[in-house]
């Protein structure tokens, strides 16, 4: 059974640096044809896609905040870690995880996700 | 970036009555491989967001037979045949075609 939890802090001041835990079990991210990725969701808004990391250490970024964000993993602890610099209060958000996985051969698709985690960002 | 338009923005539903959901983008979302790149996600109330619909048209594993996604090129529907309570939430549509991936500002669905 494949879950994700994210952890991480609830608050941070503008200008700070957030870092975000994607913590999984059910799956390793050293198998071929799974990925994770990072969405988030501010308060009564849509969703905005961020970041992926692929078993294969591939990675890509939404163009419009790559200059803000890292993404990492550690197969060894079953984590994904998403960095965002210079935050602001408009990045306040519940921030998911989810696993992404191969189907068909060409296919990527978000098939679980976690919880969520809400940050604030306010000094 | 491809712009995924979703209508209507609410959907008052009957139990019972069928529902059907628009969305449009800005670009095909038809691939090489005669596919079409978008999935369908449910977010109920205070829960995460949940894959109903991949490759446009195929259910995901657990997903109700009364979901059905159709649609090619830029315009696509997901059709709900009879709503039931649980169906209540918000649902999106989203691009997997190209990078960015991209979400349409979903579709809240209620109870009348």
């Known amino acids: 059974q494949i879950t994700l939890k994210e952890s991480g802090p609830t608050l941070v001041k503008p200008t700070q640096t957030l870092t975000l835990t994607c913590t999984f079990s059910?799956?390793?991210?050293?198998?071929?044809?799974?990925?994770v990725g990072w969405i988030r969701q501010p308060p009564g808004k849509a969703l905005e896609w961020l970041a992926l990391i692929y078993w294969d250490d591939d990675k890509r970024y939404s163009p419009s905040l790559k200059s803000r964000l890292t993404i990492t993993k550690d197969t060894s602890k079953n984590q994904v870690v998403l960095t965002m610099t210079n935050m602001d209060p408009v990045d306040t958000a519940t921030y998911y995880c989810?696993?992404?996985?191969?189907?068909?051969?060409?296919?990527?698709?978000?098939?679980?996700w976690g919880r969520g985690t809400l940050v604030t960002v306010s000094s | 970036d491809i712009v995924m338009t979703q209508s209507p923005l609410s959907l008052p539903v009957t139990p019972g009555e069928p529902a059907s959901i628009s969305c449009r983008s800005s670009?095909?979302?038809?691939?090489?491989?005669?596919?079409?790149?978008l999935d369908w996600y449910l977010q109920r109330p205070g829960q995460s967001p949940h894959l109903l619909i991949y490759?446009?048209?195929k259910r995901a594993s657990g997903v109700p037979d009364r979901f059905s996604g159709s649609g090619s090129g830029t315009d696509f529907t997901l059709k709900i045949s009879r709503v039931e309570a649980e169906d209540v939430g918000v649902y999106y549509c989203?691009?997997?075609?190209?990078?960015?991936?991209?979400f349409g500002g979903g579709t809240k669905v209620e109870i009348k």
């Open positions: 059910g799956f390793s991210l050293s198998t071929g044809g799974v990925g």
């Open positions: 989203m691009q997997v075609l190209q990078i960015p991936l991209t």
């Open positions: 490759l446009g048209s």
């Open positions: 670009q095909s979302l038809l691939h090489s491989n005669g596919y079409s790149y």
């Open positions: 989810a696993h992404r996985q191969l189907v068909s051969g060409f296919y990527w698709y978000f098939d679980l």
